[in-house]
């Protein structure tokens, strides 16, 4: 599975947006850059009250190095899911994260070496063992995005 696949998945999902931000953006921390951002924004423009319910990284940001993501050909898909879910993929509880893990393995799902806490998921480059999994949470994840959203505007 590659990038471009994870973005046209998501494109194709009713009222999804992706940012991949560039050079061009130059509100954008040049850290971002080259990054994908997935929102629900069925008018197109980027949610300033909520954050994405996925992303994809194609690099190490200063605080978040454990996926050794400087190194050439590797990226990682992340997904908010919700507790349930979180708990049946990685055997805990978000805010009860003790297990040791590599979080430089690919094709795993894993607790996001960062934001784990906060029930979100990712997977180093997933392939044959997690690929169909990844576009079935971000469906969920995107399901979950549009019900928060016509929740608000009620």
Not at 70 to 90: C, H, K, P, S, Y
Not at 112 to 138: A, F, I
């Amino acid at each position: 599975m590659s990038i471009d696949q994870i973005i046209a998945a998501v494109r194709n999902l009713e009222g999804s947006l992706v940012v991949t931000p560039g050079p061009r953006d130059v509100e954008v921390p040049e850290i971002a850059w080259g990054d994908s951002f997935f929102s629900y924004a069925p008018d197109g423009t980027i949610p300033q009250n909520t954050q994405p319910y996925a992303t994809v990284v194609t690099k190490n940001y200063p605080d978040d190095t454990a996926s050794d993501l400087d190194a050439e050909g590797r990226w990682r898909v992340n997904i908010q899911v919700d507790r349930a879910t979180f708990r049946e993929l990685t055997g805990e509880e978000p805010r009860g994260l003790a297990l040791a893990r590599d979080f430089s393995a690919a094709d795993v799902v894993l607790p996001h070496p960062v934001y784990g806490s906060l029930s979100w998921v990712s997977v180093v480059n997933p392939g044959d063992r997690c690929g169909e999994l990844v576009l079935r949470l971000l469906r969920d994840a995107h399901d979950a995005a549009r019900t928060r959203y016509e929740r608000r505007r009620a």
